[in-house]
C-alpha cells in the first residue's frame, strides 16, 4: 500500500486514486513510465540524459523523497500556448517570429520543460539572460536557436560557441574575442561540443554558429551600443567575419510610457534601417510592447512575464482584457492541523492571538520557497474543496506558514497557496500589489525546492523532472 504521506497524497490527488493498491516497486515503476514517457515527448529521442538510464535504488528512493513534499508548483502547459497565441495575434504579420524569454528558470515555471514545450508548440527561438542559462538548456536537450540577452563577456564567447549560443554584444572587444575563438576552432581543430550533449541538439539550428546580436541602447542607458556606434561595430563584424543574425533595443517602459517607447522605436527604427538591405533581422518588443503593439510588425517579438500570463504591471481591466491566463499556481496539503483553545499565540514574535476556539493549520512552505514575508497576517490561501478563503495568521517563517482553517478540515486536502488567476488576495499579482513589488519578482522567487507537475491537455504530464534532480529546474 502507498504510504499515506504527501507522496501519497499526491498520486492519489493526480490519478484519481488510481494508484491505490501499488506495492513500491510497482508505484517506482508507474512513475518512471509516466516520467519518460513525458520526457520522450518533449523531445525527438526518446533516450534523454539522465531520466531514461535505469533508476537505481538510490535513484528512486531519492525521486521520492524528493517527492516527499506536500507543496508543489502546477505549471498548465495549455495555458502556456494559449498566451503564446493571443500574443502572435497581436504582430500584423504571420512572418513575425517569437523569442521565447525562458531566462530565471522560465520565470519560476522551470526552464527545461517550459522550453522543450515551447519548441513543441512551434516557438522558433528561446532567450536566456546569461550564458550558464544556456548552457543549461542543451545540457537538457533543448534545441533551436538560444539567444543570451544579457552583455555577454568576451571570456565567455568560448562556451557561446561551445554550446552553440547567441551571444549579445555590444562594444568591439567582444567581437575580436568572438572572432578569435571562432578562427581559432576553424584554424586548430579545436573540439568544441561537450562530452555529454551531441552535435544534433547543439548545432540543429538555422542560425549559423559564431553568429552575434547586437544590442542598441535607445534610452534605457542599461546595456547597448549607442546608435552612433552600430554602423562601426558592424563593420568590425565585416571584416572578421562574424555573422550578425540581429539587432534589437529592449524598452525601459513600453506599457506604462507610450512618449518615451514611441522615441525608443523611432531611435531603433532610424538606426537600422541601412542594415535591412543586408539580411540583419530586428527585434524590440518585450511584453508591455507587444500588448500595445510597438515594434510588433519586425522580425520577432520578444515575450516574458505575458507569455506566463502576468501582467508587466499591475492586472489592470486593460491588462485583463488581453485573455492572457496565468500558467502557474503553489499547491499545498497542510501537514498538520491544531485546534487552539482562546489566547493561544501562533509563531515567531507572537504576533497572533487566538481570540476563541480555532484551528490552524501548518503548510510546508515559507519565505525560502518564495511565499512572501511580508504576507505574515495579510496573506490568504483557497480551500481547493470549498473555494473559501482562508487567512494567513502569524508570521511567515522560513519553511512554514499557519492559516486559519474551517473546524472540518483535513489533512488530505489541498489548498491554493497562489492561484493562476489575477485574484487581488491570492494571485501572483494580487500578492506582487500586497507585498509592494512586481509579478516578476514573486514568479522568479518560486524557488527550486517546489517540485514542479506540469498539465498538458488536462493531464499530469511530468511528476517534476526536478523531483528527480535538482540540476533539471
Ligand atoms: C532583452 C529582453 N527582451 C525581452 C524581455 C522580456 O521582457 P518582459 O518579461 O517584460 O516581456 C526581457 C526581460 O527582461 C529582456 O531583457
Not at 241 to 269: P, Y
Amino acid at each position: 500500500m502507498l504510504r499515506d504521506t504527501s507522496v501519497g497524497q499526491l498520486l492519489r490527488y493526480l490519478f484519481r486514486d488510481g494508484f491505490k493498491n501499488y506495492g513500491q516497486n510497482n508505484l517506482r515503476c508507474g512513475l518512471l513510465k509516466i516520467i519518460n514517457k513525458s520526457i520522450a515527448r518533449f523531445t525527438s529521442q526518446s533516450i534523454v540524459f539522465p531520466i531514461t538510464t535505469p533508476l537505481t535504488n538510490y535513484q528512486s528512493d531519492n525521486m521520492l523523497s524528493n517527492l516527499e513534499r506536500s507543496a508543489y508548483i502546477l505549471v498548465n502547459l495549455d495555458s502556456l500556448a494559449h498566451n503564446i497565441s493571443v500574443l502572435r495575434s497581436r504582430c500584423p504579420s504571420k512572418k513575425t517570429g517569437v523569442i521565447s524569454v525562458v531566462k530565471a528558470g522560465a520565470y519560476g515555471h522551470g526552464s527545461v520543460m517550459v522550453s522543450h514545450h515551447l519548441k513543441n508548440i512551434g516557438v522558433e527561438r528561446l532567450a536566456v539572460a546569461i550564458v550558464d542559462e544556456g548552457i543549461h538548456l542543451r545540457k537538457h536537450h533543448v534545441k533551436g536557436p538560444i539567444h543570451v540577452f544579457g552583455n555577454v563577456q568576451s571570456w565567455e564567447m568560448h562556451s557561446c560557441l561551445q554550446y552553440n549560443l547567441i551571444p549579445t554584444v555590444c562594444d568591439e572587444k567582444a567581437v575580436l574575442t568572438m572572432a578569435e575563438t571562432l578562427n581559432k576552432t576553424k584554424t586548430n581543430g579545436e573540439q568544441l561540443s561537450g562530452p555529454i550533449i551531441s552535435d544534433d541538439i547543439i548545432y540543429q539550428s538555422d542560425v549559423p554558429q559564431g553568429s552575434v546580436n547586437i544590442k542598441i541602447d535607445t534610452g534605457m542607458s542599461r546595456n547597448g551600443c549607442q546608435p552612433d556606434d552600430l554602423p562601426k561595430l558592424i563593420k568590425i563584424c565585416q571584416d572578421h567575419d562574424i555573422h550578425v543574425d540581429a539587432v534589437f533595443t529592449h524598452f525601459a517602459d513600453s506599457w506604462g510610457n507610450k512618449e518615451f517607447t514611441e522615441m525608443q522605436l523611432d531611435t531603433f527604427l532610424k538606426a537600422t534601417e541601412p542594415l535591412k538591405s543586408l539580411g540583419i533581422k530586428r527585434h524590440a518588443s518585450n511584453s508591455g510592447a507587444i500588448l500595445r503593439c510597438y515594434g510588433t510588425d519586425l522580425d520577432y517579438i520578444r515575450p516574458g512575464i505575458s507569455m506566463y500570463g502576468l501582467p508587466p504591471d499591475n492586472a489592470s481591466e486593460e491588462f485583463k482584457a488581453f485573455g492572457l491566463k496565468p500558467v502557474a499556481s503553489m499547491v499545498s496539503y497542510p501537514t498538520l492541523i491544531k485546534r487552539l483553545q482562546d489566547g493561544r499565540k501562533v509563531g515567531y514574535g507572537c504576533t497572533y492571538t487566538a481570540d476563541n476556539e480555532q484551528s490552524i493549520a501548518t503548510f510546508p512552505v515559507g519565505y525560502a520557497d518564495g511565499y512572501w514575508r511580508h504576507l505574515s497576517g495579510k496573506g490568504f490561501v483557497i480551500r481547493d474543496n470549498s473555494g473559501e478563503r482562508c487567512p494567513v495568521v502569524g508570521r511567515v517563517s522560513m519553511d512554514a506558514i499557519t492559516v486559519r482553517v474551517p473546524a472540518d478540515t483535513s489533512l488530505s486536502e489541498t489548498f491554493t497557496l497562489m492561484s493562476a488567476d489575477y485574484d487581488p488576495l491570492t494571485s501572483a499579482s494580487g500578492i506582487a500589489d500586497i507585498v509592494g513589488t512586481i509579478s516578476y519578482e514573486v514568479a522568479t522567487r518560486l524557488s527550486t525546492r517546489f517540485p514542479r507537475l506540469y498539465t498538458d491537455g488536462g493531464k499530469h504530464l511530468d511528476l517534476a523532472v526536478k523531483a528527480l534532480s535538482f540540476d533539471s529546474y
